[in-house]
T-cell receptor, first 115, second 117 residues
């Protein structure tokens, strides 16, 4: 089983629908992240969580919300999806590595299409 | 404000050639510079990383060169192989310290590398 599991892997929805992307991890990491990947724009941080009680906005949080249900679970919601939220979404976890480095482990991604 | 600028956006090299991807950063507080590699249909994965106390780090065919005064760092892939074809992201952050959020990684926009056989 993957260390970081995202569901669904693919979803097509319509404008205005509510969508939830789920992420679970078996690495025991405290810190979890949601990123969005768009062609030519790289990886942009949506939300991040240091632990169950600590959730923070990233650089592009508008239109998104998150829930940290447990240390191992971090969900991303689009309350009312719009076409420009069509993208590839990644969940990641992190641990402090050697010399204090922040090493991210990414899931395989969830491709969302909003029609 | 884009804090990490990556170039080129795409790169095509022949098998056996050298691939070079460049990044420049603005925040002088950054002290951790990783490169992530992403294959199609997969999430990015850490490839190699460097701290600013050294000017070069080599792992197999992959080398990071770091120029602190110019605030630039680059990834060199020697003897490039078709299996190296992927998207490469540079990133930067402050190293993990107790408390605070300044260790969040800031990513470049990515470089799509194609190595032709």
């Amino acid at each position: 089983d993957a260390d970081v599991t995202q569901t669904p892997r693919n979803r097509i929805t319509k404008t205005g629908k509510r969508i939830m992307l789920e992420c679970s991890q078996t690495k025991g990491h405290d810190r979890m992240y949601w990123y969005r990947q768009d062609p030519g724009l790289g990886l942009r941080l949506i939300y991040y969580s240091f632990d169950v009680k600590d959730i923070n906005k990233g650089e592009i949080s508008d239109g998104y919300s998150v829930s940290r249900q447990a240390q191992a679970k971090f969900s991303l919601s689009l309350e009312s999806a719009i076409p420009n939220q069509t993208a590839l979404y990644f969940c990641a976890t992190s641990v402090r590595g050697v010399s204090g480095a922040n090493v991210l482990t990414f899931g395989a991604g969830s491709r969302l299409t909003v029609l | 404000q884009q804090q990490v600028k990556q170039s080129p956006q795409s790169l095509i090299v022949q098998k056996g050639g050298i691939s070079i991807i460049n990044c420049a950063y603005e925040n002088t507080a950054f002290d951790y510079f990783p490169w992530y590699q992403q294959f199609p249909g997969k999430g990015p994965a850490l490839l190699i990383a460097i701290r600013p106390d050294v000017s070069e780090k080599k792992e197999g065919r992959f080398t990071i060169s770091f120029n602190k005064s110019a605030k630039q760092f680059s990834l060199h892939i020697m003897d490039s192989q078709p299996g190296d074809s992927a998207t490469y992201f540079c990133a930067a952050s402050r190293a993990w310290r107790s408390g605070g959020s300044n260790y969040k990684l800031t990513f470049g926009k990515g470089t799509l590398l194609t190595v032709n056989p």
